[in-house]
């Protein structure tokens, strides 16, 4: 049946009509909407007359490569890195470029993005399978078109796949150098609009806010570090009467938050942190307690380009000392650092021979002599021709804030945000720009988030007080980082409560695939450990101390979903005859004695102490809880388990099997009730006597 009607119908009488015929009509009334067309972007160039070279920089800035993928610049328009240019500015000869496509397909749509000097483009021509030339496009206009464009030529559709399209130039027609941001073709004819890529849901109403006069002055305000418990703030300073040496270079200072949640009284945080040379936090630890800081500090006062670190004792911090990079070198006068919440990842922002442009983003490792890999890449996802600075790895790990102009946006240079998609670090998700109402048109930069995720602190010129200042943004849903924990707590003596130095370490137990461990230091006369773990894991919590035995503890948060601070105090015990623990984190196939890959850790634990200890002799005693009327094969199910560990201590530490005994005591030692499951979880356990040592 075919429905026909006029203009001078009623919307409504329409819509009536459908209806009646069991059908639903979308009408768009005024302006009429349409997706955006599919478009494929050069994938490889396959040849071109010549090439801007940038003497001052080894990578491939304003080469032809800069032509393939989608644009780099458009919509907005000016000169870019990230864009071809023929070598010459204003020349009389002719310039091309050719390029080829992944998909050759019959086209209705050229599109050129000229970012720069446009109107230059005199002929576009296209090859198919046997390289055949045909025009598809020759320009008439004369001279200056617009300081920028993306031109969409529509045109009859080929008949012929297209392979390849050549772009012919006359330099000389638009005065300066010409760039091409991208070139593609669509089987489609409705004009290709380009468009910046937005993080999701942005709300119509960010607000800015600048912390005020206890934070910003006259002078210039840059590189904030939040501490991930959110309460104190380190920046650098520029230029302030109170800052040290005869220059008044960059200084360290720090602000704490008030009870009513604004900013005290910014202070120069003083030496040794602050010398005569230019001085910056780049990452502060989980704990507050550990800052690392650009540059090498040398006992002379001066200093060399790197990384390092400095830790905090009763009496303020310590000198800082050089973390070592393998291989570390910076071809740029700026670099800035970050550290992952684990301890054991360090992105760096810095110009090397491999570099895409000037400064890209590099990942290096911590190997277990406490040297920082040799620097990889990030990619081409993530780097660009232009510089890529200021990076930031969230609480969760996965989520990386950074600055560039390399990728569409509105200013100087935008903040971005990308999400790490596996473990080499080097595969990320496609950069989002977080929107013009924190970017703007200048330079924004130093994105900083505490674990909470609350808000954000940046560096921004727009609206400051003087030069750049920092500002505070609530963040919302789409840039958020993954939800977080901070673990908390004291290290004390089980019997008398006294608290004692330890290592924390916490340890992944349901992730074959990351056995991550997270390592922090307990110190009484600092204060708590504390360290940030995403959710949704369960992780082994336990401390180390020569002499006693830790009292290691699960932690589940794999159905938590939102921010949490958790208080946990470790009970140490100390290693003396009779001293009998709970192996909270042994676990076994349900009504089985097979022994699960989460229990290694813990069982681990006791190899070493029985190594410490070579006379040490123990027994282990299984437990079940009351379930079940055969109370004979709760004896034997506690038995087997008992005997599954001597086993593993066995066979795994080559423990003398002597030195142990086991025991199955089945249902007949409950600690707890056996009314419900949670306290019969309880009854169900191993625990570890020690017998002589």
């Keep these: 049946m075919i429905f026909t009607f006029q203009s001078t119908y009623s919307i409504q009488a329409v819509i009536t009509t459908f209806y009646k ?19 494929q972007w050069a994938s490889k160039v396959l040849a071109f007359s010549s090439e801007r070279v940038d ?21 907005q328009t000016g000169e870019s890195a990230c864009a071809w240019s023929p070598a010459g500015a204003d020349t009389y000869a002719e310039e091309f470029i050719k390029v080829g496509f992944e998909t050759p397909t019959k086209i209705k749509q050229i599109c050129i993005g000229e970012n720069f000097n446009a109107g230059s483009v005199i002929r576009v021509l296209a090859y ?32 012929f796949k297209v392979f390849a399209i050549k772009l012919i130039l006359a330099p000389a027609k638009v005065s300066g150098y010409n760039q091409i ?35 910003n002055t ?10 991930p418990d959110g309460k104190t703030l380190f920046f650098t300073r520029e230029g302030h009467d109170m800052n040290i040496g005869k220059t008044k270079r960059q200084d360290v200072w720090v602000s704490k938050i008030l009870p009513d949640g604004t900013w005290g009284e910014a202070e120069n945080i003083g030496s040794p942190i ?63 650092f970050t550290i992952a919440p684990n301890g054991k990842v360090l992105i760096m922002a810095c110009q090397r021979k491999d570099s895409k442009g000037d400064k890209d983003l590099y990942v290096s490792f911590l190997n277990n002599d406490g040297i920082w890999s040799k620097p990889v890449n990030l990619g081409a996802t993530i780097n660009t021709a232009e510089n890529e600075s200021t990076p930031f790895i969230a609480a969760d790990g996965r989520t990386i804030y950074f600055s560039t102009a390399g990728f569409p946006g509105y200013g100087d240079s935008d903040i971005f945000l990308s999400r790490r998609l596996d473990s080499t670090w080097t595969k990320w998700s496609e950069p989002e720009n977080i929107g013009n109402l924190i970017n703007t048109p200048k330079w924004d930069g130093y994105f900083t988030i505490p674990a909470s995720g609350e808000f954000a602190y940046l560096s921004s010129e727009e609206r400051s007080i003087g030069a750049e200042d920092i500002f505070r943004i609530r963040l919302f849903p789409s840039i958020k980082p993954e939800p977080v924990a901070i673990i908390s707590g004291t290290v004390v003596n089980a019997f008398d409560k006294r608290p004692i130095a330890a290592n924390v370490m916490m340890e992944v137990l349901n992730d074959s695939l990351n056995k991550e461990t997270i390592v922090a230091e307990f110190n009484p006369d600092t204060g708590e450990y504390k360290m940030v773990v995403p959710l949704k894991k369960s992780y082994s919590l336990n401390a180390s101390k020569k002499g006693f035995v830790s009292i290691s503890e699960s932690l589940d948060l794999t159905k938590e979903r939102r921010f949490r601070e958790i208080k946990k105090n470790i009970n140490l015990i100390p290693v003396k ?15 089985k004695y097979d022994i699960l890959p989460e229990s290694y850790s813990e069982l681990n634990r006791i190899i070493e ?9 123990v027994i282990i005693e299984g437990h079940t809880d009351g379930s079940g009327d055969d109370i004979m094969l709760n004896v034997k199910l506690s038995q087997n388990r008992a005997n599954e560990v001597k086993k593993y201590l066995v066979e795994n530490g080559h423990i003398d099997p002597a030195r142990i005994q086991t025991k199955g005591w089945g249902q007949s030692k409950p600690i707890a009730s056996n009314s419900t499951e949670e306290t019969r979880k309880k009854n169900r356990r191993v625990e570890f006597t020690i017998l002589k040592l």
Excluded at 133 to 141: A, D, M, P, R, T
Excluded at 577 to 591: K, V
């Design 21 to 39: 015929f069991g059908l639903v009509i979308f009408l768009l009334i005024g302006q009429c909407v349409q997706a955006q067309p599919k478009v």
């Design 274 to 336: 602050n010398t005569d040379e230019h001085n910056a936090v780049s990452t502060i630890s989980a704990d507050g307690k550990t800052i690392y800081l650009v540059n090498v500090y040398m006992p002379d006062g001066t200093y060399r380009p790197g990384l390092s670190k400095s830790k905090r004792n009763k009496l303020g911090w310590d000198f800082p000392k050089e973390e070592r990079i393998n291989d570390y070198y910076n071809l740029n006068s700026y670099t800035e």
């Design 55 to 75: 003497a001052n920089s080894p990578g491939p800035k304003y080469r032809a490569i800069q032509v393939i993928g989608s644009p780099n610049k458009l919509p």
């Design 218 to 227: 006259q002078k210039r305000e840059v590189a904030p570090i939040i501490t």
């Design 181 to 215: 941001d991208a070139i593609g073709i669509s089987e489609i004819e409705l004009p290709f609009e380009a468009k910046i890529n937005h993080a999701k849901d942005i709300p119509k109403d960010v607000t800015k806010e600048n912390l005020g006069r206890t934070i």
């Design 609 to 617: 102490l029985m190594k410490e200890y070579q006379s040490m002799q």
């Design 128 to 159: 198919d399978s046997l390289d055949k030339e045909y025009i598809l496009h020759e320009n008439k206009e004369d001279g200056l078109v617009g300081k920028g464009r993306m031109w969409n030529i529509i045109i009859p559709q080929t008949e």
């Design 577 to 591: 005859e009779g001293q009998t623990m709970i192996l909270n984190n042994l676990f076994f196939e349900q009504s």
